[in-house]
């Protein structure tokens, strides 16, 4: 996440970094918080499935493993895609200095309260 960061700060222009920030921070609690909601429900899933191939004289603690197993292979899949994605970052141009904009944006009085 910290490289992403770092490249979403870059591409920002400097007058709205102090808007990027918060919005970063926002955008990947909610990300987090669907990411393990979706591998939970995925793993109640495949819980499920390997009781239901086992029987009811099979063993639960190993479909529970199996479960833990297919969850985790799918985990790791996306962290690959993610690495293969991150190669098509490009390095952000940089932004020229708007000096009229600062000036602008100090006499906004939605700015001075933070809207």
Known sequence: MMSLNTHVLNAAPRRL????TPLTTAAQQVVTSFAVAGLTGYLTSRTADHIAKIGPEGNP?????SAYSDT???ST???IIGILLSFILRKPKPQ???????GSEKADPAMMMGH
């Open 17 to 20: 970094v102090s808007r990027v």
């Open 77 to 79: 899949g996306l962290a």
């Open 61 to 65: 603690l190993q479909a529970a493993v």
């Open 96 to 102: 020229p200095e708007d000096k009229s904009d600062i």
């Open 72 to 74: 985790f292979l799918l």
